[in-house]
């Protein structure tokens, strides 16, 4: 059979011209439809898939929140015949009551905030006066210090936090019996004073501020400290709110090291006082699911409300820096 | 001789002010005839060797060079500070570490050595202040397998799961930005918060137990390696946020032309995916992968987060056997219960840390110069 690829389908030429590959037996409009369809049902499985992993990632979040409104009887299975709920069976607000109440809530989150504000504080002056220095002044060995401030980064920062702590007991700050609460402060605040990764982030970014606007300062009588706070810092504030929130995240998060050097448990930060034995019901060693997941949420929300407001400075600056803190 | 040939060479050329140096031999250069080229380069070097102006009122370069004490002004915090809490420790955690009998109240030991290395890595025993004989167990038989367990299994695993969903989310239209959103969630939450709503979902009598009807111990005493399954998928779940972030970025990077011409060619979607994306992604891979070791290298946060403390029985006191312990979790294990005795057997597995990550990021520096481009 001879094969015809262009069928008339009228005897009249024109408009009506159909384009048909005989072999599949379809015509264009047919193919366009079929691809049409499979451009759906493709679309719709990739909505299927991603809508399911969000389901799984944010699953976690759901139980935390509706955990936190459980009894433990029924967290454990205990009223419900040994089976989970996926919603409380009678809503315990009174899990964040306690929270308030018997566990230290305020103190730890007093102490975080104030850790917080201080060592993003001291991060910033650091971090604005290294970056100017390095970006617009001129001075012999420039390169070289900044190369081995480049290299300070590849040094884990776990593996300083033996020596580190030897180092602050020698200050004096670690006094198992009688540290108070400024030298608790002092412990959680002054070594991370400095992050060389933000120094060339800023460094960076100044370099970016074009020569003329450092001229044109000049003409108008300004100083150099006056110029680094009155153009670069405001044109830099970008960068600069990106580093405060990690900061801020940072701290949040820090465990380990609060854990280490503060000897007494109402000078922790929120994390520590999360995984405390506050908890625990001291006369039966169970530890209390719901008022655990009661303070997890109070201590989930503000980061929430932070990435609700900040995404972009978040994002940004995540995706540029890679590290919390 | 040549230095007077060009001097003479320039008065006749360009006619300048230069005063005429008188000296011997000055009248017996020989006219020469070289031409218009010769001519411009004399000219050319002797512009190069003007004295330059000390200050110029253009550029940055002069105001530096006299304000040199001010630059180290500014500077002085961030080296006091790094050498105090970053060099400084460097180099007393080698020191420690090679130390013989370091003594944590003093500072000072005996010696120097490798033992500690050795006896760190089980190669040889110990002899404690009381005199008995003892193994350091703990970083071979738990601190080590751990660690590579949990490098090995999240990190291809996180990565993978990323590289699908930052593909999907890349080819979506509605809801992009806030999938995207969602998918970030894991990043800005406190680890140790989450980690304990995990340890709440693989509860014996928890949800987990109960969709699959069985009842494991996942967490409470459970098994070592059954423990490791809760706990990589809280790290891969914890660790996608960042990699699916650089990978979209990558994604919205890559030229659509590609796509349209194995559009053309009528390629299927996995064939794309293989032939153009990952190609086309390999530099953030790459990056990807060796920050993702770095960062497994250095776990114990999620750990601490799930069980409390490094065994699956709790934190039941010194005689519990520590079966999750990895390597920065021995460190700080070592700090917070046997900083006396112990310090620079946590020195020198610090220094291990430090010695592999090390090479990582130098095999990272070394490859991203060649291929990634960020």
Known sequence: MAKEYINFSSEKMGPQITLSIKESGRTVEMIKRGEKIAKIISTTFTYIFILALALLVIFPFYWMIITSLKSLDEITGMSTGGYQTYFPQIVMWSNYVYVFQKFDFTTYMSNTIVVAIFSTLGTLLTTVFAAFAFARLNFKGRETVFMVFLMTMMIPGEMMVLSNYITVASFGWIDSENQTLIQAYACMIVPFWVSVFYIYLLRQNFKQIPNELYLAAKVDGKSDWHYLWKVMVPLCSPTLISITILKFMGTWNSYMWPQLVCKNEAYQLISNGLRGSSFTNADTGITEYGYRMAATVLVTVPLFLLFVFFRKYIMKGVGRAGIKG | ?374
């Open chain 2, 1 to 374: 001789m040549l230095f007077f040939r060009k001097k003479h060479k320039v008065e006749e050329a360009s006619a300048s002010q230069l005063p005429v140096v008188e000296g011997p031999g000055y009248d017996d250069i020989p006219e020469t005839k070289e031409g218009y080229d010769e001519e411009r380069k004399v000219i050319v070097r002797l512009v190069g060797k003007r004295p330059e102006k000390k200050y110029q009122v253009t550029g940055i370069d002069d105001v530096a060079s006299k304000n040199n004490w001010k630059a180290w002004l500014y500077l002085a915090p961030v080296i006091i500070l790094l050498s105090v809490f970053s060099l400084y420790p460097l180099i007393n955690t080698i020191f420690i570490s090679i130390t013989k009998n370091y003594s944590y109240i003093d500072g000072y030991g005996t010696g120097l050595t490798l033992d500690n290395f050795a006896i760190v890595l089980g190669l040889k025993s110990f002899v404690n202040q009381a005199g008995e004989m003892g193994r350091e167990t703990n970083f071979v038989k738990f601190a080590i397998p751990n660690t590579l367990v949990i490098t090995f299994v999240t990190v291809p695993l996180s990565i993978f799961l990323a590289l699908i969903i930052a593909v999907a989310l890349n080819s979506i239209k509605w809801f992009q930005k806030f999938l995207q959103t969602v998918f970030f969630l894991p990043y800005v939450t406190n680890g140790i918060a989450i980690g304990m709503v995990f340890a709440v979902i693989f509860d014996r009598q928890g949800i987990i137990n109960n969709l699959f009807g069985v009842s494991v111990n996942w967490i409470q005493n459970a098994e070592r390696w059954t423990a490791m399954i809760p706990l990589c998928i809280f790290i891969v779940w914890n660790s996608i946020p960042f990699k699916i972030l650089i990978l979209l970025s990558g994604l919205q990077g890559v030229d659509k032309q590609y796509y349209q011409a194995a559009q053309i060619d009528s390629a299927s979607k996995g064939k794309v995916l293989r032939k153009i994306t990952v190609p086309l992604l390999s530099p953030q891979i790459l990056y990807l992968m060796i920050t993702g070791f770095i960062g497994a290298f250095k776990e114990y946060n999620s750990i601490i987060s799930i069980f409390g403390a490094p065994s699956t029985a709790g934190s039941g006191g010194a005689s519990t056997e520590k079966n999750l312990l990895t390597v920065v979790y021995y460190v700080y294990d070592i700090l917070e219960n046997d900083s006396t005795t112990k310090i620079q057997y946590g020195a020198a597995g610090a220094v291990l840390l430090f010695a592999v990550i090390l090479l990582f990021t130098l095999f990272q520096s070394k490859v991203s110069k060649k291929r990634v481009h960020y």
